[in-house]
């Protein structure tokens, strides 16, 4: 009986696991058929109708490097506006005593119920047409600049370091600049690898936010330009279902790569609000 | 300064600080907290305070585009701009194709996690690989996978190859009826992952003697799940209840690329679509704005209620 329930339990999550990866799977094949191959024979990689021609049109088509490096000053800007800042007011919430801190970590909080569809029109209105920040790096990334839960999940790691490390520090006559920079932040790098990573995926597969602000083809991040393949251009290419897989195997490759390299570091908890679309 | 600071891990005493020096310490913890704190703050005020009053100023008045600088008047008109949206078919369309979202989505992505984070917790080997594969679709772009999803589930795709005599007519993204369920399953499957791993924290809070207890009793596997696991889990279940409502509300990239911007005749719209449609494409950001509150409300409605009977029960 109990042998029973353990197979039957294997079979229940093999299929679940299949379920889950086969379109991954399914996307990589799909991007190398020369003629594309719905079929179920289709799903077995064939060698006469293998190509990397997908690539090159995606390519002629919206410029993967160009989407590549957008997203990753997109990126790249976010993570460093969320480390230092999101640090900083960490830090200023764990260890230091003031009397505004326990208003500022309630704001904190409450920031992350405030639903991004109620945000989205004024922020269009306020970044792209008053500001002028359309078609901007820094408009694409504004909305982003700091996470919140950022905030939250550095505050919890400075908590967790004994106070008595920052009271020495300040009495050899550290300043407090000098107490985050070289003594709590070296503490906490396995944490900043976390927060690292997790802040790379949200803006890495934002969609809504940098498709409201850019026009420009050569502006958008990877993920709109490809979403505009997809909804436009799509029926004009020889093979659309190879070159769309093709720019999508491109899109989730560094998630994928990333999350199967640093597995270890994803911590359940804290991935939760950090990763949206 | 060049001293390099090496932590005493062990500080026998800190010399107690007398009156004027603790006063100036405690003025400098002060303002360092805010002037820490300040670049935050003003990201909060700019990024969601502001507009969050904007949204609720737009709302109640004609409000429209102009060049930048140019001062027009824009009329208060009360709440006309809700009442159009709550007689406006394509709104309350899109309100119901989401109300039909969330009837599949939300119960499915509860007793799926559920099911296989129970599975998972009693899995020794693989246990590492089902993870990874539980989670990729989470951490994927949305964008990514929609073009997986379109290749599948188009007329010829694989899913009706398979079907063969039973696949349906119009294809799945482009049949009225099915168009919104299909929407509700990819995000199933997209989501799923996130709340296994909920559940699989929250598993690992429910004692072993509470199952020892019922084994003893002579309760099976069912019983034990349905006695002790799923009371065990009650307030992770509110949490998934809540997120996978939450984001369903706002709903946009998969019906605006998966069925071609809510097709087909809006049989899938959703109301974040159509508040791009409105306020961005059509230059109506007043009326936009009035849809997002009126969602907002919604969304607010129904997490209470799952709250609230959800909730706490014991």
Redesign the interface.
């Known amino acids: 009986m109990a042998k029973l329930?353990s197979w039957l339990?294997g079979i229940?999550?093999g299929v679940?696991?299949l379920?889950?990866?086969f379109?991954?799977y399914?996307?990589v094949v799909?991007s190398l058929q020369r003629e594309v191959d719905?079929?179920?024979a289709?799903?077995f990689p064939n060698p006469a109708n293998l190509t990397g021609d997908n690539y090159v049109n995606i390519n002629a088509r919206l410029n993967l490097l160009q989407g590549i490096a957008n997203s990753g000053i997109f990126a790249a800007g976010v993570i460093i506006g969320t480390v230092v800042?999101?640090a900083?007011?960490g830090?200023?919430?764990a260890v230091?005593?003031?009397?505004?801190?326990g208003g500022?970590f309630a704001?904190?909080l409450l920031?992350q119920v405030?639903?991004?569809?109620?945000?989205?029109?004024?922020?269009?209105?306020?970044i792209a047409?008053?500001y002028?920040l359309a078609d901007n790096y820094l408009g694409i990334m504004?909305?982003f600049?700091?996470n919140?839960t950022a905030?939250i999940i550095f505050r919890q790691y400075f908590l967790q370091l004994?106070k008595?490390?920052f009271?020495?520090?300040r009495?050899?006559?550290?300043?407090?600049w000098?107490?985050l920079t070289?003594?709590a932040l070296p503490?906490i790098r396995p944490a900043l690898v976390t927060v690292v990573l997790i802040t790379f995926?949200g803006p890495?597969?934002e969609?809504?936010w940098p498709f409201?602000i850019t026009k420009r083809a050569n502006m958008q991040p990877l993920?709109?330009s490809?979403?505009n393949y997809?909804?436009n251009v799509a029926n004009s290419t020889a093979n659309p279902?190879g070159a769309?897989?093709a720019?999508?195997?491109v899109?989730?490759g560094p998630?994928?790569v990333l999350?199967?390299v640093f597995?270890r570091w994803?911590v359940?908890?804290e991935?939760?609000s950090g990763?949206k679309? | 300064?060049a001293?390099?600071?090496t932590?005493?891990?062990?500080?026998a005493e800190?010399?107690a600080r007398r009156g004027s020096e603790h006063r100036r310490h405690?003025a400098?913890?002060?303002f360092?907290?805010?002037?820490?704190?300040a670049?935050?703050?003003v990201?909060?005020a700019v990024?969601?305070a502001?507009?969050?009053g904007?949204?609720l100023y737009?709302s109640v008045h004609d409000?429209f585009?102009t060049a930048?600088g140019v001062n027009v008047v824009r009329p208060f008109v009360g709440a006309r701009n809700y009442l159009k949206a709550l007689s406006d078919p394509a709104v309350l369309r899109s309100f119901g194709n989401l109300g039909v979202f969330l009837v599949i989505n939300v119960p499915l992505t509860v007793v799926l996690s559920l099911?296989?984070a129970t599975?998972?917790n009693?899995?020794v080997h693989a246990r590492?690989?089902?993870r990874?594969?539980?989670?990729?679709?989470?951490?994927?772009?949305?964008?990514?996978?929609?073009?997986?999803?379109?290749?599948?589930f188009?007329g010829?795709?694989?899913v009706n190859?398979?079907l063969g005599p039973l696949a349906p007519s119009p294809p799945w993204l482009v049949n009225e009826r099915l168009a919104m369920p299909s929407i509700a399953l990819f995000v199933t499957?997209k989501q799923?992952?996130?709340y296994i791993?909920?559940y699989?924290?929250a598993l690992q809070n429910v004692g072993t003697e509470l199952y020892e207890a019922a084994a003893t009793d002579g309760a099976t596997?069912w019983q034990a799940f349905w006695n002790v696991t799923v009371p065990g889990v009650r307030s992770a279940t509110v949490l998934v209840l809540l997120?996978a409502t939450?984001t369903g509300?706002?709903l946009?990239?998969e019906p605006?690329?998966l069925t071609?911007?809510g097709g087909p005749n809006g049989a899938s719209s959703s109301?974040?679509l159509v508040?791009?449609q409105q306020?961005?494409q059509q230059g109506k950001?007043g009326y936009?704005?009035a849809i997002?509150?009126l969602?907002?409300i919604l969304?607010l409605v129904i997490a209470f209620l799952q709250n609230k009977f959800g909730g706490e029960r014991d």
């Open positions: 329930g339990r229940v999550l679940g696991a379920a889950f990866l379109p991954f399914y996307m799909g719905p079929s179920v289709g799903a800042f999101g900083l007011a830090y200023a919430l230091l005593q003031w009397r505004g801190r500022v704001l904190a920031v405030v639903p991004f569809q109620l945000l989205m029109v004024p922020l269009y209105v306020l047409r008053d002028g504004l909305p600049i700091i919140s905030v004994p008595s490390l009271e020495a520090a009495i050899d006559g550290a300043s407090e000098q107490v070289r003594i503490l995926i890495w597969n969609f809504l409201l993920a709109v490809l979403a997809i909804s279902f769309m897989l720019g999508a195997v899109l989730a998630v994928v999350f199967i597995q994803f359940a908890s991935i939760g990763v679309g | 300064m001293t390099t600071l932590p005493k891990p062990v500080l800190v010399p405690r400098r913890q002060s360092l907290g805010w002037l820490f704190s670049p935050y703050l990201f909060v990024i969601f502001y507009p969050l904007f949204a737009m409000y585009f930048p099911v296989l599975l998972l009693r899995v590492a690989f089902l990874v594969s539980f989670y990729l679709p989470y951490l994927t772009a949305s964008v990514a996978l929609v073009g997986v999803w379109l290749f599948l188009s010829s795709g694989l190859q398979v499957w799923l992952g996130f791993l909920l699989l924290a596997r997120l939450i509300a706002n946009f990239t605006y690329l071609g911007g109301p974040v508040m791009y306020g961005i950001p936009a704005a997002g509150v969602l907002v969304t």
